[in-house]
């Protein structure tokens, strides 16, 4: 596979794809504001959902460009830049693996595996965040990923017929 072959959106650029894919790069931005509380320290985190929809909608390119203009937010507030790059990474491979042909799940599993490395050393290296916490936040974040992956799966079609 080609870098231009990877890079590629495959989309056709009308004004609702051009529409589509700006929504899905600012929405993360936006869903990172919530959290959903599913029991006592744990939330289920929301942002992932635009990320995998613009990985499966737009490919690689699209998952890139949503994890990583999608988690400026996030990245102020908390305080850790170093997520801008990891969500990239998460939305580019999610977006790879879904193009090799991968179901979503597995596509998103893989894709956070890639991510992991990346996530751990810098939140405890640069962050300063303890194991404890860290553990809990992969956590949340495997069934937030989870979750999310497939809510995008189901909303691709309906969003595909609209930006065609």
Known sequence: MMITDVMSTRVTWNTRAKAG????????NILGMINIPVAEGFKLHVFQVAIFLAAALY???GGLMSGFAGSFYAAFI??????????ALLGFCTGLFLRKGLHILLSVWLAFLIQLPWLIL???????????????????????????????????EPAKRYIS
Do not use: C, H, K
């Open 78 to 87: 908390t305080g850790n830049p170093y997520l801008v790059l990891g969500n």
């Open 122 to 156: 810098t939140d405890y290296y640069l962050v300063g965040m303890d194991a404890r916490a860290i553990g809990s936040l992969v956590i949340a974040l495997f069934l937030s990923n989870t979750v999310w992956a497939l809510a995008a799966w189901m909303l691709r």
């Open 21 to 28: 894919i700006i929504i899905l790069v600012v929405l993360p």
């Open 59 to 61: 490919g690689p390119a």
